[in-house]
């Protein structure tokens, strides 16, 4: 089966906030199925480097689609040989984002990337960095 990409450009009829990035960009991944949007992955470009972001919020308990959408990010990195991947998890109780520590800490996982960094001013978002 033949996946979808995640990240999507901007349409005429996107919203774009103030920093540029567009709030009507949801990937629709449920197997070619029609359904709800269960994830955001979007495709940045600040100073000419490429980042990955996955927003995990409107999946939170939803396990497989979770694992998918990490799975995802990580061949699309590996694929487009970007170098950071943005995971937000959120803030709450934290069990998100045990959740994605535990999936990037998998040894087949781990040997993919080249280390993660938990944002020091946002407990709520992991930087996934790739050594190309």
Excluded at 5 to 11: A, F
Excluded at 35 to 59: Q, S, T
Excluded at 69 to 96: F, N
């Amino acid at each position: 089966m033949a996946s979808a990409p995640l990240w999507c450009g901007l349409s005429p009829r996107s919203n774009v906030t103030s920093t540029g990035l567009s709030t009507g960009c949801v990937e629709k991944f449920t197997g070619g199925r029609p359904g709800p949007a269960v994830g955001i992955l979007e495709a940045e470009r600040e100073a000419n480097v490429a980042k990955l972001k996955v927003d995990l919020h409107p999946i939170f308990n939803r396990g497989e689609a979770i694992e998918s959408a990490l799975q995802r990010a990580m061949d699309d990195a590996e694929a487009k040989r970007i170098k950071t991947v943005e995971i937000i998890p959120g803030k709450g109780s934290g069990q998100l984002k045990k959740r994605v520590l535990k999936f990037l800490d998998r040894p087949e996982v781990k040997a993919r990337y080249h280390r993660v960094d938990k944002d020091a001013k946002n407990h709520g978002r992991l930087f996934v960095y790739f050594r190309f």
